[in-house]
């Protein structure tokens, strides 16, 4: 809570500057660029079967899982079970679980890895065309207007010092007609975008 006070304070102090020097800052949703983009969809349509086939995988071995401990639970279950084989389907049972909870967090980081493949030249292609509208039109700087789920950066301007619709005009993107605080980024997969 201090790192994004001192943060609000250092953005104000640097803005109250460059104001009074006369330097022109702007302000643009990176997000709301990058997942309006076109190939977005086709993005989203690959992580999101890339995504169902980890969660196959996922799930099989949770049936697998299941039906080991139903025979466990059978076998413990019969007055004369042997001891000894008792234990070593438990013991297999237990390995197995734990096998399922390494595979799960495997599973979700390989997500992650595949998302960050995807959509990272997006953001690097989006992020050149702020660069080139700063450079175009002067602005010293250009400031993104959200910070993930909380309040952006930005939190009151001057309208005209939004970038937004030049970043789409410099992709060559038809700017979507939705507001971005109205857009959120897809979530797809295990919520992790």
Not at 29 to 44: G, R, T
Not at 49 to 69: R, S
Not at 95 to 106: C, I, M, V
């Amino acid at each position: 809570m201090k790192r994004k006070f001192l943060v609000m304070v250092v953005l104000v102090l640097m803005t109250t500057a460059v104001k009074a020097q006369g330097t022109k800052i702007g302000y643009t949703f990176l997000e709301y660029i990058v997942f309006n983009m076109p190939e977005m969809e086709s993005i989203n349509s690959d992580l999101e079967t890339y995504y169902g086939q980890l969660q196959a995988q996922i799930q099989a071995k949770q049936k697998d899982l299941e039906t080991k401990y139903q025979q466990l639970q059978q076998m413990a279950q019969q007055p004369n079970a042997n001891q000894v084989v008792l234990q070593e389907k438990e013991n297999e049972f237990l390995t197995l679980q734990d096998q399922l909870q390494k595979f799960s967090a495997q599973a979700e980081q390989a997500y992650g890895v595949k998302q960050a493949e995807k959509i990272n030249p997006i953001y690097n292609k989006v992020q050149d065309a702020i660069e080139a509208v700063r450079k175009e039109n002067g602005y010293a700087m250009i400031i993104n207007s959200k910070a993930g789920a909380s309040a952006g950066i930005v939190l009151a301007s001057d309208e005209s010092l939004n970038v937004t619709e030049l970043v789409f005009k410099k992709l060559g993107v038809p700017m979507p007609e939705q507001a971005p605080e109205e857009s959120a980024a897809p979530t797809t997969g295990n919520g992790n975008n």
